[in-house]
């Protein structure tokens, strides 16, 4: 078990930091050398174009702090997430790595986009079980690559979700049930029909895919700290989990490009569903029953990925919990921010985190939150609601 010290938040959230003393040696599950290759490709694919980091400087002002930065994965390749450097670059791989074995000869990205590989490709299918964001990534990696693609998602998925992944050229197949269902229903069928499954979470005997998924989101924190220009690192970090795959990476990334000099880490999760701190205080990975009842879709995992955890449990700083009140009012600061960040209910949790523990002077303390902190956030995901709604923006 590591020594933590918890700290209650109020509403259900805390705060549990890891008190183990300095970090142990990081687990090196995707080191910079292995996402060297993941960011160089995705930076020749033709949408590409870094994301902006923001500095917020009022709220800044407002939280008593000396910088906020926000890095804002809205506008990534347009599809409004983060995802696309993770699913579509993995489908991509996938891709690759078939045609390599088949042609016995190298294969670079730009021969598939090209249509090269037509024929070969045509009648292969890509699927994954997904409530937004994924499939869209993934669905965008199988149309460049001139792949099919299968998207199965549960019945709670609303219909303009569905309707993104389908407008990528995906087949979206509605399951009865939950999203495990969902999850268990893309198995089978991809099983039984030989179709290529790529998810975002790892387990025994899969973990290629999502090796390259985390690879792929390394690209994220690259590009801040080439935005940073030499200017002071940030002193810390805030970033949201679900299955922990982007944490993981990201954390494992600061390690091993920046060693001792790295930002401290913390973790954010839903309070309906914190399975790393759960796992945290247990000392061994844990599954969080559900219902995972959030508006925050994207962190709604009762388990997290067997890669993420040890990764986490080593790098992280902290693990805190939040609820979907705080995620609510973070969206509303970032709407109203100079200049203003569109942020749905997950991509704002990272802020809500930040919220939860400036509303305790003791938690501030701990981590040495302060008017000297440089905080990073990143909005992981734009808000769908303000742009099919634009007057709720302004509010
Ligand atoms: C917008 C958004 N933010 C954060 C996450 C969490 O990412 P992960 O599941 O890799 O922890 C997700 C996951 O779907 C998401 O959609």
């Excluded at 869209?136 to 993104?164: E, L, N, S």
């Excluded at 992280?316 to 203003?340: E, K, N, Y």
């Amino acid at each position: 078990m590591f020594e933590n010290a918890t700290i209650d938040l109020g509403h259900g959230a805390r705060l549990v930091r890891n008190v183990s003393g300095p970090c142990q040696e990081p687990e090196r599950i995707i080191g910079a050398d292995q996402g060297a290759d993941a960011r160089m490709q995705i930076r020749t694919w033709p949408s590409y174009e870094p994301t902006q980091l923001r500095s917020l400087t009022d709220l800044a002002n407002q939280l008593g702090i000396a910088q906020l930065l926000v890095k804002d994965e809205g506008s990534r390749m347009g599809l409004g997430s983060f995802k696309s450097v993770g699913g579509a670059y993995a489908v991509v791989e996938l891709v690759r790595r078939y045609l390599e074995a088949l042609t016995q000869r190298v294969v670079n990205t730009a021969e598939i986009f090209s249509g090269e590989f037509r024929n070969l490709l045509a009648d292969k299918v890509i699927v994954s079980a997904t409530a937004g964001n994924h499939g869209k990534a993934v669905a965008f990696g199988a149309r460049m690559c001139g792949c099919q693609c299968r998207i199965f998602v549960h019945g709670g998925v609303t219909d303009d979700r569905v309707q993104a992944i389908e407008a990528l050229g995906a087949d979206v197949i509605v399951v009865e049930g939950s999203y495990d269902d969902s999850v268990r229903e893309a198995a089978e069928q991809a099983l039984r029909h030989d179709w290529w499954v790529v998810a975002d979470t790892a387990y025994d005997g899969y973990t290629k895919v999502p090796v390259d998924i985390m690879r792929g989101y390394t690209l994220i924190m690259d590009e801040v700290i080439e935005q940073l220009k030499g200017e002071a690192l940030p002193t810390h970090i805030l970033v949201q989990t679900g299955v922990g795959s982007l944490a993981a990476a990201l954390c494992a990334f600061l390690q091993a490009r920046l060693g001792e000099d790295r930002p401290r880490f913390i973790v954010v999760e839903s309070v309906k569903a914190a399975c790393l701190q759960e796992s945290f205080l247990c000392g061994h990975s844990t599954i969080v029953s559900g219902p995972h009842a959030t508006s925050m879709l994207g962190l709604a995992a009762g388990e997290a990925s067997a890669l993420a955890w040890p990764a986490l449990r080593t790098g992280a700083t902290a693990f805190v919990t939040i609820t979907d009140g705080d995620s609510a009012q973070a969206r509303h600061l970032l709407a109203i921010a100079h200049p203003p960040v569109s942020s749905g209910p997950s991509g704002a949790a990272g802020l809500a985190g930040l919220l939860r523990i400036l509303s305790s002077e003791t938690a501030s303390q701990s981590l040495n939150i302060n008017q000297h902190s440089r905080i990073l956030v990143i909005s992981t995901e734009e808000d769908v609601e303000a742009l099919a709604q634009p007057s709720k923006t302004a509010g």
